[in-house]
């Protein structure tokens, strides 16, 4: 088990990269289940466990995962997410050094749902959504660049397609520009940094997940 935080209301876990956050037409394991799981064993339930699911991660990408244990906290938390409450953010291995070493980035965003992929489009194409995101450039390599990355907007996809944009190809992102796959399918991106005001404690709530251990995170 991943958990970072945990009470009567609310588990904060550190996905790994590969993991689904929730069932999809795969079949595969999810978060959602294996947690489910956990808190029927931990509890001793003989009925079924209520977890729901706040924020969202792409499979391939990694860190802080909110669940809710109860109805209420998951639509105040929902209502947070909608009202951008909760800060979120990331860490980025790019494979090019940004022009600028910090920028906000502001674009137009449409999912093509076949292809299960976002573009950049131009505002006044039908149901594109805007996109706005903060970054900070904290280190460079000769081949890679790590950036902190602060979320306004919630839109799929979002940092994988507004870093592409700029052609900081996030490492082992194919389906977004990177030149080639990490040995375990994962991208180099992570959810580092959540917080938010606890939606019945009302306790601040500020949680850190620890990055994958693997090479090009230690070395970044």
């Known amino acids: 088990m991943d958990i ?10 550190n996905k790994r990269p590969g993991e689904l956050s929730q069932l999809d037409k795969t079949g595969d394991n999810s978060v959602l289940e294996k947690y489910k799981l956990y808190l029927k064993k931990k509890h001793n339930k003989k009925g079924n466990v209520f977890l729901g699911l706040v924020n969202r991660l792409d499979r391939p990408t990694s ?9 209420k906290a998951l639509s105040r938390m929902n209502k947070m997410l909608v009202e951008r409450k909760i800060l ?13 070493k910090k920028n906000t980035l502001i674009n137009f965003l449409k999912k093509n749902q076949k292809q299960n992929k ?47 944009n700029i052609g900081c190809f996030i490492k082992g992102d194919l389906k977004y ?37 693997n090479n090009i995170w230690k070395c970044l």
């Open 88 to 100: 979120k953010k990331y860490l980025a291995v790019v494979e090019k050094k940004p022009t600028k």
């Open 63 to 71: 860190g802080a995962l909110i669940l809710a244990k109860t109805s």
């Open 177 to 213: 520009g990177s030149k080639r796959s990490n040995p375990d399918k994962s991208i180099c991106l992570h959810a580092h940094e959540i917080s938010f005001t606890h939606p019945v404690t009302k306790n601040e709530i500020k949680i850190k997940a620890n990055t994958p251990l």
């Open 4 to 13: 970072l935080f945990e009470d009567n209301h609310l588990l904060i876990i």
């Open 118 to 164: 976002s573009y950049i489009v131009d505002q006044t194409t039908k149901d594109s959504k805007k996109a706005i995101l903060h970054y900070t450039t904290l280190k460079e390599l000769d081949n890679y660049s790590l950036l902190e990355i602060r979320l306004e907007t919630g839109r799929h996809h979002q940092i994988r397609a507004q870093l592409s």
